[in-house]
DNA sequence: TTGAAAGCGCTAACAC
DNA sequence: GTGTTAGCGCTTTCAA
């Protein structure tokens, strides 16, 4: 045969109508189909090794098996892991996964959130954080209200000012809790390099660390970077002007690492002279020297529960709470250790 | 309105059939419509904010505007490099691209591609290599040939043993490079580690190393890992019962990182007792201590030209020689150095 | 339990 | 330069 065998090929070869045929090969159809029929049916379907024409199928249903994921970065580890999970999870439910990654530029964002909602994918993971900004803000929303008017679903995996479901990892906790190991190890001057002000993630690991900092009876010090190791490198000679910490908290690991490297360049031992955290425990860093003390965010399991709540939702038995929380645990490894200069008294 | 404006509702704002809106809108038709109609069906496209519906347009053109890129994990530095070249580029020509990330598993990978040819992605780019094992080779030429058949173009940018189109980097070249730089060193005892037999870019970087060093006079000597940071952390300790290495060069820089990791721990120090090399230049190693020489692979580039290559053989003017070599560069950085012992006379 | 027929929204012959 | 018409391959009323 020339051409792929259609369903119409099918039905003659069992001898069938087009109808009983298609009912046949469904297997959640609820209409019956005799067993000997349906047996001839699918016969026929194997022997001529017919696979059913998605775009007809999406035509008529309105549906794609298709979702799409919107990262910051695929070449960031963070993402990467995310991406992993929910593209694994989205595969074993026969959906395929549409990955775009908008290289941290709002406009690349917005513009391939507009393909999307044209392509008419079933739903759409937000996997980072939005600005909060105007422009930024009123597109998107304008995108989301036409993915949900065609019947698609959105899901957060980061927070965001848009009132969307979300699975999110627990930012406040985590950073308090590397700042209480810090403040347990004797540090007093604990700086902290954060992200972008306009990124909701950066708040709230600043309010975390700020609120332990707080509960310590310690003065809350922060440094904004961008996310990337190179910004975080940078953002270190702004830190040591602002007084010289006994320990660094990176608001992810990707930034640790960029002030690991700073640090190392200007002569200063970690963890002898300086403690430093990071906060996502990417793959690989028990094989850095020295190995990053950090917070463990389930990345993976994140991605892939953004695809379980997504197809939940298009079920429409998505019951559950609005926002999902996921815990954090501390990692502790060789960056961090007991402070070297004594707290003063007063 | 309650449903998503159709064609049928601009042709009729418009005043003109159906054809001609379609016609008005098509920027690539060379059908004639005069340029007063043209703007009248614009305008009412745009008052509308009409949207082509995309499944109805793929079931009538037979081509979706989708492609996808099948890795071995994109979690790996490597492969997340080519996703984003790929991706991005593809989205400038208005493609979505699907990522498949099998995670090493040829299973995975194999149920990938059938979901992928189910799906009738215009085209399929294949970043990693392919097994050289009969059930995976034969399997995968039966899906390629059904890709081919519905019209999907396939691209690889890795060698493999199916003769696809491809986009390669200079594997050998880059192998010969980082050897002869070890040689100018006064290395004598250079040891490699690869990846698996199995997939021909470990073969033709051990082809590359092993080139230069007969050249050089010198015995090859090559252990295996998994191209793992993990893997060839192991691999060390097998490396160092083959005699005393006074340099190390690895088939990957995810490899080298290992390989760094694990000498750290046995107290060897790099580069004065040992140097080391990688192969790819993933991001980030100019922030790693000590940071690493390596042979530049254009990631991102080689993804962009693998989209435009898939494009091109769509269009069906891929004239060019079907398989185009991207040349790499020598980046020499702090862990190689002069050797430490002296080459033996004779 | 089966089948006929009507589209889903679009494009492309083919006429005018 | 414009319009009529016939599908693309599938699902789903509705009727038997």
Redesign the pocket.
């Known amino acids: 045969m020339r051409?792929?065998p259609?369903?119409?090929d099918v039905a003659r070869q069992a001898e069938?109508?087009?109808?009983?045929a298609?009912?046949a090969?469904?297997p959640d159809?609820d209409?019956?189909?005799?067993e000997?029929?349906r047996a001839r049916v699918v016969a026929a379907a194997t022997r001529l090794s017919y696979r059913?024409?998605p775009m007809?199928?999406a035509?008529?249903?309105r549906r794609v098996p298709t979702i799409a994921i919107v990262v910051h970065d695929v070449s960031d580890p963070y993402f990467a892991e995310i991406v992993r999970g929910a593209t694994a999870a989205a595969s074993v439910r026969g959906f395929l996964t549409v990955v775009c990654s908008s290289d941290r530029v709002p406009a690349t964002e917005l513009r391939y959130v507009e393909m999307l909602c044209e392509s008419r994918v079933s739903g759409v993971i937000f996997a980072g954080g939005g600005l909060e900004e105007p422009h930024y803000h009123h597109t998107m929303s304008g995108y989301a209200r036409s993915i949900a008017h065609y019947g698609g679903a959105i899901v957060a995996l980061a927070p965001r000012s848009e009132r969307w479901p979300a699975e999110l990892p627990d930012n406040r906790a985590g950073a308090r809790m590397v700042t209480e190991h810090l403040v347990s190890l004797g540090h007093f001057r604990i700086a902290m390099i954060s992200g972008p002000a306009t990124l909701r993630t950066s708040r709230e690991r600043e309010f975390g660390y700020a609120q332990a900092m707080k509960t310590a009876g310690l003065e809350p010090s922060i440094v904004r970077a961008d996310f990337t190791v190179g910004g975080a490198a940078q953002a270190v000679t702004r830190l040591l002007a602002n007084g010289s910490p006994t320990a660094v908290f990176a608001a992810t690991d990707t930034m640790a690492l960029g002030v690991l490297s700073e640090l190392r360049r200007l002569g200063i031992d970690v963890p002898t002279e300086v403690s430093v955290a990071g906060f996502d425990d990417i793959p690989g860093l028990e094989f850095m020297h020295p190995a990053l003390t950090t917070v463990r965010v389930p990345m993976a399991e994140l991605g892939a529960a953004g695809v379980a709540r997504l197809l939940r939702q298009l079920d429409g038995d998505d019951t559950a709470t609005r926002t999902q929380i996921h815990p954090v645990e501390l990692v502790v490894r060789e960056s961090t250790g007991r402070a070297a200069a004594v707290r003063p008294a007063g």
Do not use: G, Y
Not at 16 to 20: G, H, K, N, Q
Not at 31 to 34: A, E, L, N
């Open positions: 051409r792929l259609i369903l119409s069938v109508s087009l109808t009983t298609s009912r090969l469904d159809s209409h019956p189909v005799s000997r029929t059913p024409n007809a199928r035509l008529r249903t």
